[in-house]
């Protein structure tokens, strides 16, 4: 039934996308995996690296894939996964992810990775380790695999594109230019070339000329899921700058990334986590629970992981589950901030790390909306059961007035107030499939959102299971 009003969602379109309407992590993978599986004949992925993560099921067994895209488990039935020319791709983590798929006996032979996709090299993860990794001391939190510097590179007209691993002139040649702008890092040639060899070779048959590849089967009619990575409010463009990630996550990115044009695209779909967001890594947030203190703590990093929040704020035990919906209900906002963190499990996928929780942004969503279009997906809904009531974003307020723009300058937002606005809590909504038997507070906050932000939602996740899916 669910499936059948998804189906109807996408009748008569070609091409969708799914991208992230906030800071990542959105579940983006529950509807990625659902049109890769069901719907595609083609899976395209953009922007970013091996920043980004998703679990996928393999032969009942959850794995986590960084740079493949959902429609990798699908190769036998012949779909064709793209790793499109605006990524930027670490091929040892490349190669372990296929090794991931071997293990399981699942072949690959319809993965494209393109020829003007730019590496990462070891010295950009050397770099970024170094310089942005850590929030504690001044860093913006990356993920650490190098996605900023491979990007700087790329935009300083140095970078190394895939296909200049199959050229040992031009990448000798390109690899002692580079040199000087890394002089820590004693960088070799053969070293280099000796030790990504195996890897090269690995990946060489599947590297094409995807701008050429895709543009063949939109022509042919082929259905083709691009499918976005991190999120909006950490687009180079659109962020809050400097606390971005170095790509465009945004549809307009999303799409050049795979050599399409945004125009090309017939249905956009935006994930946003409702009624609570999150943000990992520094930078400003400001609907998050508990301030400067949350931010604070989370950028400790994975001496705040999950095992260390069960054992000091719920102290380990039985009722798990009351204490989780007690700290919900607390009276201070930080603990609340932890209590959303357990119940809905918001811990980095590639890096552990605890989520920074928060109430969902309207006046971010009104931007997003403008910039990726109008139809939104709600994720984690159902995450929230057991709170007494729940707040939404619609103002940032500062010295007696209140903004409903969003505005990217990242020192405004820091001092910014957020204005809340209240709604009824609700309990287990999981069974729910239309939308007029949710409760009331819900589909009030609904309704104000759709209002304040000109945007139509036009999913609503209440589980994990594809069933567990309000289509409206
Ligand atoms: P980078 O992309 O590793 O350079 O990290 C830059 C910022 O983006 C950091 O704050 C990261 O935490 C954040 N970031 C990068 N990828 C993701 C993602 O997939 N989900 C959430 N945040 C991300």
């Not at 986590?64 to 040892?92: A, C, Q, R, W, Y």
């Not at 909006?232 to 996550?249: K, N």
């Amino acid at each position: 039934m669910v499936s059948n009003n998804l189906a109807k969602l996408v009748e008569n379109k070609q091409i969708i996308a799914i991208v992230c309407n906030q800071f990542g992590d959105t579940g983006k993978g529950k509807f990625s995996d659902y049109f890769a599986s069901h719907w595609a004949d083609v899976i395209a992925r953009g922007t970013g690296g091996n920043n980004a993560g998703h679990t996928i099921v393999v032969n009942g067994k959850q794995k986590i894939f960084h740079l493949l895209p959902s429609g990798i488990t699908e190769d036998s039935k012949g779909k064709i996964n793209i790793l499109g020319n605006g990524m930027v791709i670490d091929i040892k983590a490349l190669c372990e992810e296929l090794e991931e798929l071997e293990k399981e006996d699942i072949s690959y032979n319809n993965l494209m990775i393109s020829k003007d996709a730019h590496v990462i090299m070891p010295w950009h993860v050397s770099q970024d380790r170094a310089k942005n990794m850590s929030q504690k001391s001044g860093g913006i939190g990356s993920t650490g695999r190098g996605i900023g510097p491979c990007y700087a590179d790329k935009t300083a007209r140095r970078g190394i594109k895939i296909a200049d691993l199959f050229d040992k002139e031009v990448l000798e040649y390109k690899i002692n230019k580079i040199k000087q702008f890394y002089p820590e890092q004693n960088i070799d040639f053969k070293k280099v070339l000796k030790e990504s060899s195996p890897y090269i070779k690995k990946i060489k048959p599947f590297v094409k000329n995807t701008i050429q590849e895709i543009h063949k089967f939109k022509d042919q009619g082929k259905k083709i899921c691009i499918e976005g990575a991190q999120g909006l409010f950490l687009s180079i463009e659109h962020g809050t700058y400097p606390y971005v990630t170095s790509s465009d996550p945004s549809i307009n990115g999303t799409a050049s990334g795979v050599g399409l044009n945004a125009q090309d695209v017939d249905l956009t779909l935006g994930i946003i986590k409702f009624p609570f967001m999150t943000r990992v890594g520094a930078g400003p947030f400001p609907s998050e629970l508990g301030g400067q203190k949350s931010e604070d703590y989370c950028a400790e990093g994975l001496e705040h992981d999950i095992n260390y929040e069960l054992k000091t704020h719920l102290g380990g035990g039985d009722n798990k589950k009351e204490k989780i919906t007690e700290l919900m209900n607390s009276q201070d906002e930080f603990l609340q901030g932890v209590g959303i963190r357990l119940a809905a499990g918001e811990y980095g996928a590639t890096t552990k790390r605890p989520r920074r929780t928060g109430w969902t942004d309207a006046v971010l969503a009104k931007y997003a909306r403008k910039i990726n279009g109008p139809h939104f997906i709600f994720t984690k809904v159902d995450s929230l059961a057991g709170a007494k009531k729940f707040g939404i974003c619609y103002g940032h307020k500062l010295n007696g007035s209140t903004i409903t723009d969003y505005d990217p300058n990242g020192k405004f937002l820091k001092q910014i107030k957020p204005e809340i606005k209240f709604y009824e809590g609700y309990s287990d909504i999981s069974k729910i499939r239309d939308f007029k038997d949710l409760p009331e507070g819900l589909k009030q906050a609904i309704q104000d959102f759709e209002q304040f932000t000109g945007g139509k939602v036009k999913i609503i996740s209440v589980g994990p299971d594809r069933d567990e899916t309000i289509v409206r």
